[in-house]
Protein backbone atom coordinates (compact mmCIF):
# COMPACT_ATOMS: atom_id res chain seq x y z
CA UNK A 1 0.00 0.00 0.00
CA UNK A 2 1.14 3.69 -0.61
CA UNK A 3 0.26 5.96 1.81
CA UNK A 4 -0.30 8.96 0.46
CA UNK A 5 -1.15 13.24 2.26
CA UNK A 6 -3.16 13.63 -1.18
CA UNK A 7 -6.70 13.12 -1.93
CA UNK A 8 -7.56 10.16 -3.18
CA UNK A 9 -10.55 10.17 -6.03
CA UNK A 10 -11.90 6.46 -7.10
CA UNK A 11 -13.66 7.07 -10.44
CA UNK A 12 -15.68 4.39 -12.36
CA UNK A 13 -16.18 5.46 -16.12
CA UNK A 14 -13.06 7.45 -16.03
CA UNK A 15 -12.37 7.06 -19.61
CA UNK A 16 -15.82 8.21 -20.71
CA UNK A 17 -16.57 11.22 -22.59
CA UNK A 18 -17.02 13.24 -19.58
CA UNK A 19 -15.23 10.85 -16.84
CA UNK A 20 -12.20 11.06 -18.63
CA UNK A 21 -12.43 15.25 -17.91
CA UNK A 22 -13.47 14.76 -14.39
CA UNK A 23 -10.38 12.45 -13.73
CA UNK A 24 -8.20 14.99 -15.48
CA UNK A 25 -9.74 18.33 -13.80
CA UNK A 26 -9.76 16.28 -10.51
CA UNK A 27 -5.47 15.20 -10.94
CA UNK A 28 -5.22 19.48 -12.01
CA UNK A 29 -6.51 19.77 -8.41
CA UNK A 30 -4.61 17.59 -6.58
CA UNK A 31 -6.15 14.70 -6.35
CA UNK A 32 -4.60 10.80 -6.86
CA UNK A 33 -7.20 9.30 -9.40
CA UNK A 34 -8.21 5.72 -9.54
CA UNK A 35 -10.21 5.11 -12.09
CA UNK A 36 -12.14 2.51 -13.94
CA UNK A 37 -12.73 1.22 -17.84
CA UNK A 38 -14.38 -0.55 -19.56
CA UNK A 39 -13.66 -1.62 -23.22
CA UNK A 40 -10.92 0.87 -24.38
CA UNK A 41 -7.74 0.16 -22.79
CA UNK A 42 -5.75 2.27 -25.52
CA UNK A 43 -7.87 5.25 -24.97
CA UNK A 44 -7.90 4.58 -21.24
CA UNK A 45 -3.79 4.75 -21.30
CA UNK A 46 -4.03 7.85 -23.00
CA UNK A 47 -5.98 9.38 -20.31
CA UNK A 48 -3.85 7.79 -17.63
CA UNK A 49 -0.76 9.61 -18.95
CA UNK A 50 -3.09 12.82 -18.46
CA UNK A 51 -3.88 12.48 -15.24
CA UNK A 52 -0.38 11.28 -14.26
CA UNK A 53 1.10 14.11 -15.72
CA UNK A 54 -0.15 16.01 -12.53
CA UNK A 55 -0.68 13.07 -10.32
CA UNK A 56 2.02 10.69 -10.73
CA UNK A 57 1.22 7.70 -8.74
CA UNK A 58 -2.32 7.52 -10.33
CA UNK A 59 -3.58 4.52 -11.72
CA UNK A 60 -6.59 2.26 -13.74
CA UNK A 61 -8.48 -0.66 -13.64
CA UNK A 62 -10.71 -2.71 -16.61
CA UNK A 63 -13.86 -2.75 -14.53
CA UNK A 64 -17.23 -4.04 -16.09
CA UNK A 65 -19.39 -2.32 -13.26
CA UNK A 66 -22.36 -4.71 -13.69
CA UNK A 67 -20.27 -6.98 -12.84
CA UNK A 68 -20.17 -7.29 -8.67
CA UNK A 69 -16.68 -9.33 -8.53
CA UNK A 70 -15.69 -7.04 -10.90
CA UNK A 71 -15.94 -4.01 -8.72
CA UNK A 72 -14.73 -6.22 -5.86
CA UNK A 73 -12.07 -7.06 -7.36
CA UNK A 74 -10.80 -3.23 -8.41
CA UNK A 75 -11.49 -2.32 -4.96
CA UNK A 76 -9.52 -5.16 -3.21
CA UNK A 77 -6.53 -3.33 -6.43
CA UNK A 78 -7.71 0.26 -5.06
CA UNK A 79 -7.07 -0.70 -0.93
CA UNK A 80 -3.32 -2.32 -1.81
CA UNK A 81 -2.49 1.00 -3.87
CA UNK A 82 -3.81 3.80 -1.50
CA UNK A 83 -4.84 4.32 2.10
CA UNK A 84 -7.42 6.67 2.20
CA UNK A 85 -10.45 7.13 -0.03
CA UNK A 86 -11.39 10.85 0.19
CA UNK A 87 -14.23 11.22 -3.26
CA UNK A 88 -15.96 8.38 -4.71
CA UNK A 89 -17.43 9.13 -8.33
CA UNK A 90 -19.72 6.51 -10.05
CA UNK A 91 -19.60 7.28 -13.25
CA UNK A 92 -19.83 3.96 -15.45
CA UNK A 93 -23.32 4.46 -17.06
CA UNK A 94 -24.77 2.99 -19.83
CA UNK A 95 -27.53 4.91 -22.58
CA UNK A 96 -29.05 3.61 -25.25
CA UNK A 97 -33.08 4.22 -26.89
CA UNK A 98 -35.63 1.70 -25.74
CA UNK A 99 -38.66 1.58 -26.87
CA UNK A 100 -42.03 0.58 -25.19
CA UNK A 101 -43.53 -1.91 -25.43
CA UNK A 102 -40.52 -3.78 -27.24
CA UNK A 103 -38.18 -3.38 -24.20
CA UNK A 104 -35.95 -6.78 -23.74
CA UNK A 105 -34.50 -8.68 -20.81
CA UNK A 106 -31.10 -7.91 -22.34
CA UNK A 107 -31.77 -4.15 -23.00
CA UNK A 108 -32.92 -3.91 -19.61
CA UNK A 109 -30.24 -6.03 -17.69
CA UNK A 110 -27.52 -3.97 -19.58
CA UNK A 111 -29.07 -0.60 -18.31
CA UNK A 112 -30.31 -1.07 -15.44
CA UNK A 113 -27.13 -3.72 -14.30
CA UNK A 114 -24.80 -0.92 -15.35
CA UNK A 115 -26.69 2.35 -14.24
CA UNK A 116 -28.28 1.09 -11.01
CA UNK A 117 -26.77 -2.18 -9.79
CA UNK A 118 -23.33 -0.57 -10.57
CA UNK A 119 -23.48 2.01 -8.69
CA UNK A 120 -24.88 0.81 -5.92
CA UNK A 121 -22.38 -1.87 -4.80
CA UNK A 122 -19.50 0.92 -5.45
CA UNK A 123 -20.62 3.37 -3.15
CA UNK A 124 -21.61 -0.02 -1.04
CA UNK A 125 -17.97 -0.80 -1.32
CA UNK A 126 -16.23 3.04 -1.07
CA UNK A 127 -18.57 3.52 2.07
CA UNK A 128 -16.82 0.25 3.62
CA UNK A 129 -13.74 2.10 3.61
CA UNK A 130 -14.77 6.21 4.37
CA UNK A 131 -16.83 5.12 7.39
CA UNK A 132 -13.41 3.79 8.91
CA UNK A 133 -11.35 7.00 8.27
CA UNK A 134 -11.05 9.83 10.63
CA UNK A 135 -12.35 12.56 7.97
CA UNK A 136 -15.13 13.48 5.98
CA UNK A 137 -14.90 11.85 2.80
CA UNK A 138 -17.52 12.37 -0.43
CA UNK A 139 -19.60 10.47 -2.63
CA UNK A 140 -20.97 12.17 -6.06
CA UNK A 141 -23.30 9.91 -8.10
CA UNK A 142 -23.86 10.93 -11.62
CA UNK A 143 -27.48 10.84 -12.58
CA UNK A 144 -29.34 12.83 -15.11
CA UNK A 145 -32.08 15.14 -16.04
CA UNK A 146 -34.31 12.82 -17.32
CA UNK A 147 -35.20 11.47 -14.28
CA UNK A 148 -37.61 14.49 -13.65
CA UNK A 149 -38.36 13.87 -17.14
CA UNK A 150 -40.67 11.37 -19.46
CA UNK A 151 -38.77 10.30 -21.91
CA UNK A 152 -41.01 7.61 -24.02
CA UNK A 153 -37.71 5.68 -25.84
CA UNK A 154 -35.37 5.34 -22.16
CA UNK A 155 -38.23 4.10 -20.16
CA UNK A 156 -35.46 1.51 -18.50
CA UNK A 157 -32.58 3.79 -18.42
CA UNK A 158 -34.84 7.33 -16.91
CA UNK A 159 -35.59 4.16 -14.42
CA UNK A 160 -32.14 3.76 -13.31
CA UNK A 161 -31.13 6.70 -12.96
CA UNK A 162 -34.24 7.87 -10.65
CA UNK A 163 -33.17 4.99 -8.72
CA UNK A 164 -29.50 6.19 -7.96
CA UNK A 165 -31.27 9.15 -7.06
CA UNK A 166 -32.86 7.60 -4.67
CA UNK A 167 -30.24 5.89 -3.37
CA UNK A 168 -28.26 9.36 -3.28
CA UNK A 169 -30.44 10.11 -0.26
CA UNK A 170 -30.39 6.76 1.62
CA UNK A 171 -26.39 6.70 1.65
CA UNK A 172 -26.20 10.56 2.87
CA UNK A 173 -28.89 9.94 5.42
CA UNK A 174 -27.35 6.05 6.64
CA UNK A 175 -23.31 7.52 6.60
CA UNK A 176 -24.21 10.78 7.91
CA UNK A 177 -22.35 13.04 9.61
CA UNK A 178 -18.60 11.24 7.95
CA UNK A 179 -19.80 10.94 4.42
CA UNK A 180 -21.50 13.53 2.27
CA UNK A 181 -23.48 11.88 -0.49
CA UNK A 182 -25.11 13.89 -3.13
CA UNK A 183 -25.98 13.67 -6.75
CA UNK A 184 -25.22 15.61 -9.90
CA UNK A 185 -27.31 15.50 -12.66
CA UNK A 186 -26.32 17.04 -16.14
CA UNK A 187 -28.53 18.14 -18.87
CA UNK A 188 -27.57 17.89 -22.09
CA UNK A 189 -23.76 18.27 -22.03
CA UNK A 190 -21.67 15.49 -24.07
CA UNK A 191 -23.13 15.29 -27.38
CA UNK A 192 -22.67 12.51 -30.07
CA UNK A 193 -19.25 13.25 -31.79
CA UNK A 194 -21.26 11.77 -35.01
CA UNK A 195 -23.82 14.91 -34.99
CA UNK A 196 -23.70 17.47 -36.79
CA UNK A 197 -24.51 21.24 -35.76
CA UNK A 198 -28.08 20.79 -36.63
CA UNK A 199 -29.11 18.57 -33.38
CA UNK A 200 -27.14 20.57 -30.99
CA UNK A 201 -28.84 23.65 -32.42
CA UNK A 202 -32.12 22.13 -31.82
CA UNK A 203 -31.48 21.06 -28.70
CA UNK A 204 -30.43 24.56 -27.30
CA UNK A 205 -33.68 25.81 -28.40
CA UNK A 206 -35.22 24.21 -25.25
CA UNK A 207 -32.94 25.21 -22.76
CA UNK A 208 -33.28 28.57 -21.46
CA UNK A 209 -29.77 29.62 -21.42
CA UNK A 210 -29.42 28.81 -24.76
CA UNK A 211 -26.23 26.25 -24.79
CA UNK A 212 -25.80 23.17 -24.42
CA UNK A 213 -23.87 22.43 -21.49
CA UNK A 214 -19.79 21.40 -21.26
CA UNK A 215 -17.57 18.82 -19.18
CA UNK A 216 -16.34 22.17 -17.30
CA UNK A 217 -19.87 22.93 -16.10
CA UNK A 218 -19.85 19.42 -14.08
CA UNK A 219 -16.92 19.73 -12.79
CA UNK A 220 -17.33 23.33 -11.34
CA UNK A 221 -20.48 21.19 -9.58
CA UNK A 222 -17.99 18.45 -8.52
CA UNK A 223 -15.93 21.51 -7.26
CA UNK A 224 -18.07 22.94 -4.95
CA UNK A 225 -19.44 19.50 -3.93
CA UNK A 226 -15.99 18.65 -2.78
CA UNK A 227 -15.39 21.92 -0.61
CA UNK A 228 -18.61 22.22 1.00
CA UNK A 229 -19.10 20.97 4.53
CA UNK A 230 -22.92 20.95 4.74
CA UNK A 231 -24.24 19.90 1.62
CA UNK A 232 -26.17 15.97 1.82
CA UNK A 233 -28.50 13.98 -0.09
CA UNK A 234 -29.10 16.52 -2.84
CA UNK A 235 -29.76 16.60 -6.33
CA UNK A 236 -28.20 19.15 -8.23
CA UNK A 237 -29.50 19.79 -11.78
CA UNK A 238 -26.48 21.41 -13.83
CA UNK A 239 -28.86 21.97 -17.36
CA UNK A 240 -28.75 25.62 -17.94
CA UNK A 241 -32.39 25.79 -16.70
CA UNK A 242 -34.26 23.26 -19.25
CA UNK A 243 -36.53 21.67 -16.41
CA UNK A 244 -38.55 24.88 -15.97
CA UNK A 245 -39.77 24.02 -19.32
Not at 79 to 93: C, E
Not at 123 to 139: D, H, L, N, T, W
Not at 178 to 189: D, E, K, Q, R, Y
Amino acid sequence: MTGTEKKVCFITGGSGRLGSEVAVSLAKNGYTVFFTYNRSKEKSETILDAVRAFTPESAMIHCDVSKVNDIENAFRTFTGLFNRLDLLIPSASGFFSTSLPDVTEPEWESLVDTNLKGTFFTMQEGARIMQKQPFVSRIITMTDISANLVWKGFAPYTASKAAVQHLTKVFAKVFAPNILVNSIAPGTVTINPEWNDGPEDELSKNIPLQRTGQPADIIEAILFLVKSDYVTGQVINVEGGRLLN
